[in-house]
C-alpha cells in the first residue's frame, strides 16, 4: 500500500475510534445494503460452499493418494526384505563356491558390482521420490515476440535510438542477481506472477521490473530561417506524469524515458474559460523567460486550445466495451482490485440508457457479458466483481473479442467505445503489434475509438499503451489510486467519453523577422510533417468535450525587434460531419508580459511543471538547473494555489524528487540535436 | 421450529433472493452486528469490516440458513460471533503490542496502525486531543468524512465549496492532524517538560 494510502486509512480508523458511538454511520449502512442486494444477482452465489465442496474433493484426492503412495514404499520395501533374505541363499551358495565366508554378511548385493532388479528399482524409486522435492527444470520456451516500435519522428528531427528497455530491481533488495539473457520461463505454480517479458528480477538498481518506455528525444532550437514552421498533433493523455508520480510515491526517481513534458503540463488544470458558441477557443501569453534558461533574449510563450463543454445530460449516449487484462500479474499489487473499483465508479455514474459490454483475456480472451443497459446496474457490477486474475496475457485475442462485441453493439450517432484496461500488453499474439494498431486504427476511423487505462508499476508497457490511445483516437492515461479514477471518471466523464473535435493538429508560424529561433518543449512523439498540416488524411488528436491542451515554446527573439511574434493554426475534423475547420490566431511582442512577474499565475504554473519535467529528464535545455531551483519557485506559487489539491501534490512531488536525485547527475543529458547558439 | 416473537422477524421462508426482504433485514441486522463487535471493544474500522464480512458471509452463504435453529437475525448475529472469535485467534497468535503507542503514531504514514493501538483509550484521547485543535474547517471536513461517511459531493454541498476544495482540505486537514500528534504524543510531551 502507498504512504497516502496507508496514511488515509490510519487516520481514517483514527478518527472513527475518537467517535463515542455505538452505532455505524447511515451512510455506511445504505452503502453496504447496496452491495449486499448486488451480492444477490452475482453469479456464482454459493461460491462458499462450492469452495468448501472443492476444498473437500481436494483432500480427499489428497489424502487417496498418500496413502497409496505408503503401500506401494511398503510393498517394495517388503520386497527389498524377501529379495535379500533370498539373494543372501544365493550367496551363500556362491560364497562356498568363492570359499568366502564374508559374503554371507553383504547386504543387496550378491556379486560385488551386480544388482538384483528389485534392488534396482527400488533404488530408482526412492531417487526419484528424492527428486519431486527438486524444482524440475523446464524446457525453455522460445521468447516471445518483442514489442519493438518503429521510431515515430519525421521531418526534420532524426530517429531516436532503439527502444530501451528499463529492467528494475527493487531498493530494497540489492542481493539479488541480474538475469538478463535468461530465457523466457512461465510459472507453473498457480500464485506466482507470470514474470515479465525482457527482464524477471530486475538488475541495475531499477525501481521496477520490466518497464518500457521510449526515448523520443528532446527538440532542439529551430532557426527561422532555416524553418519557422511548427506543426504537431494535439495530445490530451496523462499518462507519463501518472506514472513518473507513482515512481517518486514510491520513493524511485523515474526514468527519463517515462518523462513525457507535455502529459506533465496537461495534466494541470489552467482555468480555461470554455467557448460559448465555437468548438475552440485558444489562449496566448508570453513573458521573458531569461532568468530562469540563462540564455539572453529567452521568452517563453503559451498556448492554450480549449474544446466547448457539454453537459453531461446533452452527452451522446454511450455504448462502452470494456476489455480487461485479467492474466496473473493483474495479482500483483491487488491492480485487478483497483481495475475493479474505478470501472464500478465509472458504471456509477453512467446514465441508465448507456451500454456496457465486459470481454477479458487471461490466457485466453472470452466474453464475459454481453452488451446491458446500465439500468441492469447489478448484473453490471456482478460481473465485474465476478472476474479474477490468472494465466498468461493473450491481449490479441481479447481485443479482438471486445471489438467483435463493439460492432455488434454499435449505433450510429452514439459514443462507441472500448476501454481497454491492463498492466502492460506483454504478448500481444501471434500476428504481432502493428496488425492489432491497424485493426485499432481501421476500428476507430469507423467509429468505434478506443481508450487505454493503464494500471501497476513493474510489467508494464507505457509505449504501447500510448499507440494504443493514440491510434484508437482516444486517450492513454494511468490510474495507480482510486483517487486518480475519481479523477477521470467522476472528474469531467462526458470529456473522457465525448470527442467533439477529431484530428486535431496546431501548426505555429514563426516570424523570422522578429523571432530568431524557437523550440517546442515536449510533443515530441506528436510531430506533424509541415506540408502534412492540410493533409486531411494525417492524422491528429482527438480532443473530449471540455479538454485543453497546452503547448509551451522557448523563443528567442533579434536583438530590439518588436511587431509580430506568430500566427498559429488550428486545424480539426468534426467527429460526426467529418467537416474540417480552421482557424487562426496572431500573438505579437506587444502582448508579451514586461516580465515574468507580470504573467499570470496559471502561466507560472505551466512554467513550473515544465521546469521540473524537463530537469528529472535531464533535458540538455535544462542542464544548469537542479530541483533545488525549481523547488523555490513551485514553493512561493503554491500559495496562490491553495485550492488545488494538484499544484499542491506538485510541490510534494518536487520536494521527493529533490531528495531523491543525487546532487550533481553525470548522467548523460537527453538531447541529441543540441542547436547551441553563440550569442550575439 | 420457534415461534416468531413479533411480526417485523424474518420468515424463514422468504430468505432467497427477494431484495427488499433482505433488505429490510439487514437494516435492522447490521447495527445489531455493529453494537455487538463494539461492545467487545473492537475499533470502529474493525467492527465495520467484520460487519461487511458477517454481512457477506450471510449472503453467498444463505443455503445454508436453517428456520429450524432461529431467526434470520440469530443466524447473522452466530455468523458474527463466529468472525468474531476467529478475529480473537488472529490475535492471538500475533506478538504483543512492542513499546507505547508514540512508536506507532510516529510511523502513521509507513504502516498501517495495529487493532490493538486503535483500541486503546489513551489513542482516542489523544486524537480527540489533536482534532480539537485543527481549524474549524478542517475538523468538521474530517469529522464529515471519516465519522459520518460522506461522499465528497454531500460534504461540498454541505460546506457551500465545490467538490474539489472539499479534496483539498481534506488532504491538509491529514497532514494537519499528523502533524499535531506527532506534537502531542506522550513521548513528545516528556521532552517538552
Known amino acids: 500500500m502507498k504512504r497516502k494510502e496507508i496514511l488515509e486509512q490510519n487516520i481514517s480508523r483514527m478518527v472513527k475510534s475518537a467517535g463515542d458511538s455505538n452505532r455505524p454511520s447511515d451512510a455506511f449502512c445504505d452503502s453496504l445494503v447496496d452491495r449486499a442486494i448486488a451480492e444477490l444477482d452475482a453469479p456464482d452465489t454459493d461460491q462458499v460452499q462450492r469452495k468448501r465442496k472443492s476444498f473437500m474433493r481436494i483432500r480427499f484426492l489428497k489424502i487417496t493418494a498418500y496413502a497409496a503412495g505408503i503401500l506401494v514404499i511398503c510393498g517394495i520395501g517388503a520386497s527389498v526384505l524377501l529379495q535379500t533374505f533370498t539373494s543372501q541363499s544365493d550367496r551363500g551358495e556362491r560364497a562356498i563356491n568363492d570359499s568366502d565366508p564374508l559374503y554371507y554378511r553383504l547386504p543387496a548385493k550378491s556379486i560385488e558390482g551386480e544388482e538384483s532388479p528389485l534392488v534396482r528399482e527400488s533404488r530408482k524409486f526412492a531417487q526419484r521420490l528424492r527428486d519431486q522435492d527438486k524444482p524440475r527444470p523446464m524446457m525453455p520456451k522460445p521468447a516471445m515476440k518483442r514489442i519493438m516500435l518503429a521510431p515515430v519522428m519525421k521531418s526534420k528531427i532524426p530517429p531516436p535510438p532503439m527502444l530501451q528497455k528499463t529492467t528494475s530491481q527493487p531498493a530494497s533488495s540489492p542481493s539479488r542477481s541480474p538475469v538478463i539473457g535468461k530465457p523466457y520461463v512461465p510459472s507453473e505454480a498457480p500464485n506466482r506472477h507470470p514474470m515479465a517479458h525482457g527482464g524477471t528480477t530486475p538488475p541495475n538498481a531499477e525501481a521496477y521490473d520490466a518497464m518500457f518506455f521510449k526515448n523520443y528525444g528532446v527538440n532542439p532550437f529551430v532557426d527561422t530561417d532555416d524553418d519557422h514552421l511548427s506543426t504537431f498533433a494535439t495530445d490530451v493523455d496523462t499518462g507519463s506524469f501518472t506514472v513518473c508520480r507513482r515512481y517518486l510515491l514510491d520513493g524511485n526517481l523515474p526514468p527519463n524515458d517515462a518523462v513525457r513534458v507535455e502529459e506533465f503540463v496537461n495534466y494541470f488544470d489552467y482555468g480555461y474559460a470554455a467557448p460559448q458558441e465555437d468548438t475552440f477557443r485558444i489562449y496566448a501569453e508570453a513573458a521573458p523567460w531569461s532568468e530562469w534558461t540563462g540564455r539572453q533574449n529567452s521568452y517563453l510563450v503559451r498556448f492554450g486550445l480549449k474544446a466547448m463543454e457539454v453537459s453531461d445530460a446533452n452527452r451522446k449516449p454511450a455504448i462502452l466495451t470494456f476489455v480487461i487484462d485479467v492474466s496473473g500479474s493483474m495479482n500483483r499489487e491487488n491492480r485487478l482490485g483497483l481495475v475493479k473499483k474505478s470501472l464500478r465508479m465509472l458504471v456509477k455514474r453512467l446514465r441508465p440508457k448507456d451500454k456496457i459490454g465486459i470481454a477479458v483475456y487471461g490466457s485466453q480472451g472470452r466474453k464475459v457479458l454481453d452488451h446491458v443497459n446500465v439500468k441492469k446496474k447489478k448484473k453490471i457490477l456482478a460481473a465485474i466483481d465476478s472476474l479474477q486474475a490468472g494465466g498468461s496475457t493473450f491481449a490479441e485475442q481479447g481485443i479482438r473479442i471486445g471489438y467483435e462485441m463493439a460492432d455488434v453493439a454499435y449505433k450510429e450517432g452514439c459514443i462507441n467505445r472500448v476501454i481497454l484496461c491492463s498492466d502492460g500488453v506483454a504478448n500481444v499474439g501471434r500476428t504481432g503489434h502493428e496488425q492489432i494498431l491497424e485493426v485499432i486504427k481501421d476500428k476507430a476511423d469507423k467509429g468505434i475509438t478506443l481508450s487505454a487505462l493503464g494500471f501497476g508499476m513493474g510489467n508494464y508497457n507505457d509505449v504501447l499503451l500510448e499507440r494504443l490511445g493514440d491510434k484508437g483516437n482516444g486517450y492513454y492515461a494511468y490510474i495507480d489510486t482510486i483517487d486518480e479514477a475519481k479523477r477521470l471518471f467522476d472528474g469531467n466523464l462526458t470529456g473522457a467519453l465525448q470527442v467533439v473535435a477529431r484530428d486535431v493538429k496546431i501548426q505555429v508560424d514563426f516570424n523570422p523577422e522578429v523571432v530568431r529561433s524557437y523550440r517546442l518543449i515536449g510533443y515530441e512523439n506528436r510531430d506533424v510533417a509541415d506540408d502534412k498540416f492540410r493533409d486531411d488524411k494525417e492524422d491528429g488528436g482527438e480532443m473530449g468535450a471540455g479538454h485543453s491542451a497546452t503547448a509551451l515554446y522557448e523563443i528567442k527573439l533579434w536583438q530590439d525587434k518588436t511587431g509580430p511574434v506568430a500566427t498559429t493554426y488550428i486545424r480539426y475534423k468534426d467527429p460526426d460531419t467529418r467537416q474540417v475547420t480552421e482557424f487562426n490566431s496572431q500573438i505579437a511582442t506587444a502582448d508579451f508580459h514586461e516580465s515574468f512577474d507580470e504573467a499570470t499565475d496559471a502561466f507560472a504554473l505551466a512554467a513550473v511543471v515544465t521546469e521540473f519535467a524537463e530537469v528529472l529528464r535531464k533535458s540538455y535545455w535544462a542542464k544548469d538547473k537542479t530541483l533545488d531551483d525549481v523547488l523555490q519557485r513551485a514553493q512561493q506559487l503554491s500559495k496562490k494555489f491553495e485550492e488545488d489539491t494538484d499544484a499542491i501534490e506538485l510541490v510534494d512531488l518536487i520536494s521527493r524528487a529533490k531528495k531523491i536525485m543525487p546532487p550533481h547527475s553525470s548522467d548523460k543529458q537527453t538531447g541529441e540535436n543540441e542547436d547551441v547558439f553563440v550569442d550575439p | ?193
Open chain 2, 1 to 193: 421450529m420457534p415461534v416468531a416473537e413479533n411480526a417485523e422477524q424474518l420468515r424463514p421462508a422468504a430468505l432467497a433472493d427477494d431484495a427488499e426482504t433482505w433488505r429490510a433485514l439487514l437494516k435492522r441486522a447490521i447495527p445489531m452486528i455493529y453494537g455487538l463487535f463494539v461492545r467487545r471493544r473492537l475499533n470502529p474500522g474493525l467492527a465495520e469490516e467484520l460487519v461487511q464480512q458477517t454481512v457477506f458471509d450471510a449472503v453467498r452463504g444463505r443455503g445454508s440458513f436453517d428456520a429450524g435453529k432461529g431467526t434470520a437475525e440469530q443466524w447473522m448475529l452466530g455468523i458474527a460471533r463466529n468472525n468474531l472469535a476467529l478475529e480473537m485467534r488472529k490475535r492471538a497468535t500475533r506478538p504483543s503490542l512492542d513499546g507505547d503507542i508514540s512508536t506507532y503514531l510516529a510511523g502513521i504514514d509507513t504502516a498501517p496502525l495495529p487493532d490493538e493501538v486503535l483500541e486503546k483509550a489513551e489513542t482516542a484521547r489523544l486524537v480527540r486531543a489533536a482534532l480539537d485543535e485543527l481549524d474549524e474547517r478542517e475538523q468538521k471536513v474530517l469529522r464529515a468524512k471519516y465519522l459520518d461517511d460522506l461522499p465528497a459531493r454531500t460534504i461540498a454541498q454541505g460546506m457551500g465549496i465545490t467538490e474539489k476544495a472539499v479534496h483539498s482540505l481534506l488532504y491538509r486537514a491529514r497532514n494537519s492532524l499528523r502533524e499535531k500528534l506527532k506534537i502531542l504524543h506522550p513521548l513528545n510531551e516528556e521532552e517538552a517538560k
